[in-house]
């Protein structure tokens, strides 16, 4: 994959300067230099010492990426909400894993997305996820489809500029329309899964807003501020509104929808090559939908309805 630069400064600059204030790290310099990469400055092959000067064209060639075997080929379908040659958003349903583990080897998000990839015949098949989800929580997720594109999202997810907005069916009724939970998350004693909010942990910032109550619990519509694993379980279950059917923290299985009741709906960022933002919205799914047709309203805020 080739990538285009028009150096417009009046001060000369090293390449491999210019190149890290783009976002291109050391790891993949090295990639181009051993792995049949190239620079170019105006059609003439260069190292990363040259200087660059005003109105001189840069061009750096990324060497193709080759998947290994370590994630498996699955051949399930995978739902696009959006996809170019930089980065793919897919709907990930309920009930599968976003990487393989010792539990979920063979069918997790990252195999399905790996064989979409050999089906399509890209010539790059390494998976890299950006933003991930729990195994029972639904919605958007975001892959890069190279390495540069991977790092420039992580630069924006370190900066805190990917926005993830989800849906959550909580039991009972939150006293305020709007709030935050300000808490910090810490892993649970002797257990490697659940997590607790402790003075030990790492901050964790939940934002939330009332969009439906019912009878006997309340929809909401959240924004995560930093992205702790479990971070809207441990927050609600912390302040006694526990997810909906969420039995790790606290609530009852509910007859109607078989797993928490979170579902990511929306994403907002700066696309890492256009630089032009980005929103993308996925519908709430059908267990989600199937729990609240079964909920009488009591009430739902001025600021509408999410459904």
């Known amino acids: 994959m080739r990538f285009n630069w028009i150096y417009e ?10 190149l ?11 990639r181009v230099k051993f792995h ?5 400055v105006n059609q003439e092959e260069k190292n990363v010492l040259y200087y660059l000067h005003k109105g001189e064209t840069l061009a750096l060639t990324i060497p193709d990426e080759q998947g290994t075997e370590a994630i498996s080929v699955s051949h399930e379908p995978i739902s696009i909400v959006f996809e170019d040659e930089h980065i793919l958003i897919i709907d ?13 080897v063979k069918d997790t998000m990252a195999n399905r997305v790996k064989g979409y990839f050999i089906r399509q015949k890209y010539a790059s098949t390494v998976i890299h996820i950006v933003t991930r989800l729990d195994k029972d929580t639904s919605g958007l997720m975001i892959f890069a489809k190279h390495r540069y594109a991977h790092a420039l999202m992580d630069q924006q997810l370190r900066l805190k500029q990917i926005q993830k907005k989800y849906v959550a069916a909580i039991n009972g009724h939150l006293q305020q329309n709007h709030g935050m939970i300000n808490a910090p998350i810490a892993r649970t004693d002797h257990s490697i899964v ?9 901050p964790a910032l939940t934002e939330y807003w009332v969009r439906e109550t019912f009878e006997k619990g309340t929809l909401a519509e959240i924004q995560l501020h930093t992205g702790r694993t479990h971070q809207i379980r441990v927050h609600f279950s912390y302040i006694g509104h526990p ?15 078989s797993r928490q009741a979170l579902h990511c709906r929306e994403l907002t960022f700066t696309h890492p090559l256009t630089k ?3 929103n993308f919205k996925t519908d709430v799914p059908s267990d989600l939908r ?9 009430s739902y805020t001025q600021k509408g309805r999410l459904m």
Do not use: M
């Not at 997810?243 to 929808?257: H, M």
């Not at 199937?290 to 009591?298: D, G």
């Open 20 to 30: 890290k204030q783009q976002g291109v790290s050391k790891g993949l310099l090295a």
């Open 290 to 298: 199937e729990w609240l047709r079964h909920q009488k309203i009591v």
């Open 276 to 278: 032009q933002p980005v």
């Open 9 to 18: 400064k009046n001060e000369s600059l090293q390449i491999k300067t210019f």
């Open 92 to 104: 990930k349903p309920a009930g599968v894993a976003s990487l393989p583990s010792n539990i979920y």
């Open 243 to 257: 997810l909906i059917s969420d039995t790790l923290y606290g609530a009852p299985e509910d007859q109607w929808i």
């Open 36 to 40: 049949g990469g190239k620079i170019e």
């Open 194 to 202: 659940t997590r607790r909010v402790h003075d030990s942990g790492k």
